[in-house]
């Protein structure tokens, strides 16, 4: 059943996959500021001579306007901002992981105002040819935060207290981090946790803190975050995920 009619106006917006509709449209899914994902219907967009043909872009910053009360509206009229460098490459493929992740893992019409700016920010990072693995890591927990996933990433499991930077930990989905110490005393045998990443009590304080300078941080905070989203995801695979791994095997 339709919803009422809306007339949205200046919308900033960022277009995250499209596909031909007809002979000269295209449905169009954006990733706006104050209304979440949207399906977009762009009329005649596809015409030699479309005022919309060359403007909707992945990856460029956009002002849309729409209007229509159901699933998928009516796209009006949509500006080029500027300022942002085509993305190319490696970043390229990883600007599609990020569409990827909000396609599949936000609802449409569910604002989420937070991570538009992170996703801005991490697309801007990756046209600046920053390195990826910060931009992406940073990208997927304000992802799963802002999705409800609170990762709870300074605090023990179960007792509240401070993680020890010392310390070595296991993250347990429904738990949070626990320490090896902890899982010892309540008689757990560590190997029968499955694929729960080792970590240290750092690698958390530095992911709780935004703080990805260290490689080991780093490198913990991928394996970490990819169980996250795995989870979350129910365990359905990514594609733009598999072309990275054959982009890094060759």
């Known amino acids: 059943m339709a919803g009422p009619k809306q007339r949205v106006e200046q919308q900033p917006a960022w277009v995250l996959h499209a596909l031909p509709w007809r002979e000269t449209s295209l449905i169009v899914e954006v990733f706006s500021r104050d209304h979440g994902r949207v399906g977009l219907v762009a009329k005649g967009a596809r015409r030699p001579y479309s005022q919309l043909r060359g403007v909707l872009m992945a990856f460029q910053p956009l002002l849309m306007d729409w209007s229509g009360g159901g699933e998928v509206k009516t796209l009006v009229r949509a500006e080029w901002q500027g300022g942002q460098p085509l993305l190319t490459g490696r970043a390229l493929i990883c600007g599609y992981y990020l569409n990827e992740l909000l396609v599949r893992l936000t609802a449409r019409e569910d604002p989420h105002p937070r991570l538009f700016s992170a996703y801005a920010e991490a697309v801007r990072g990756l046209g600046r040819g920053e390195p990826e693995s910060p931009i992406l890591r940073r990208f997927e927990l304000a992802l799963l935060q802002d999705l409800g996933y609170e990762a709870g990433l300074a605090e023990e499991a179960e007792s509240g207290e401070p993680v020890r930077p010392e310390g070595r930990y296991l993250y347990i989905i429904e738990r949070g ?8 005393h309540e008689g757990i045998d560590v190997a029968t946790l499955g694929d729960q990443p080792l970590l240290s009590g750092q690698t ?8 990805f300078s260290r490689a080991e941080t780093l490198a913990q905070s991928k394996h970490l975050l990819r169980m996250l989203i795995n989870h979350t995801l129910g365990g359905q695979p990514l594609q733009s995920r598999r072309v990275l791994k054959e982009l890094q095997e060759l």
Do not use: F, I, K, T
Request: hydrophobic share 55%; no cysteine; charged share 40%.
């Open 177 to 184: 981090p626990v320490r090896l110490e902890a899982l010892e």
């Open 204 to 211: 958390l304080l530095d992911m709780a803190a935004d703080d």
